[in-house]
């Protein structure tokens, strides 16, 4: 599919505060779809856990990659921009790449914390050589620090993954004051704008709790001035898929759950054919 014109390139910032909650499911679907619509797409692993290998077929299913392969090789002194790109489903798409983190990004948290530009890191990175894509999604680790705080500095927009549960109910206006306090803390400018959160591992039909937290979240999201996607549905197909690192639109093609991302693919294209 020919794509629209970019007229604003989006680093977007898929962010949690725990793991478990699908966002890699989400952030690998992010990028095949719009891959799929034409558009150049760069995914930027942060987690030390390493799971976007599994999910996306990269490098290797049985071996982990060398530390010079990986994003912990962007964040040592001596680079150059030469980033560690993998390609990924290239027999389908041809405009989709991966940085892998893993293990390698314990030794770039310490080196984190001691650095004098610390936070600021991979935005000094992506500022001085910068990656030729027209979208670039960070998949952080549960939790929000620090590689959380490296990828909002670096993000022009953010997105969040919740679980309806109620402590998460009870926790989004908590979350979106940490945003804003880090942003001014941090002093970014222009200011990273939360697209919207997104429910995930949503089962409407069995789990009570998701109907009712379903029904609440979103009117408690809109008091605050935040956008509420609709959710995205509980399915073992993700689960099958990620197993064998493809998306669930090439694992199963018919699977209902492929339509649950479209609303927030279209506000992305919607983003990045403003001015």
Known sequence: MKKKAVKRKIRLDVKSNAGGTGKTTLVTHLAYILGKKGYSVTVIELDPLGSLKIFTGAFSQTEDPPPEKTLASVFRDDFKGNYPLFPIWENKIHNVNVILGGAPLEESIHKIYSHSRKYYLLHDRLEDYPLESDIIILDNPGGLE???????????????????????????????????????????????????????????KKVAAHRNIGEEIPNQLQELGISCFPPIRESNQFINASGVGLPIHLFAPACEAIKDFDPIVTKIIELMSQD
Do not use: H
């Open 146 to 204: 620090p590689m959380g705080l490296v990828a909002l500095a670096a993000a022009t927009d953010i997105l969040v993954v919740m679980q309806l549960e109620y402590k998460a109910l009870y926790g989004s206006a908590g979350l979106i004051n940490w945003f804003y306090d880090k942003i001014n803390e941090l002093r970014l400018r222009p200011e990273p704008k939360i697209l919207g959160f997104v429910p995930s591992q949503v089962n409407i």
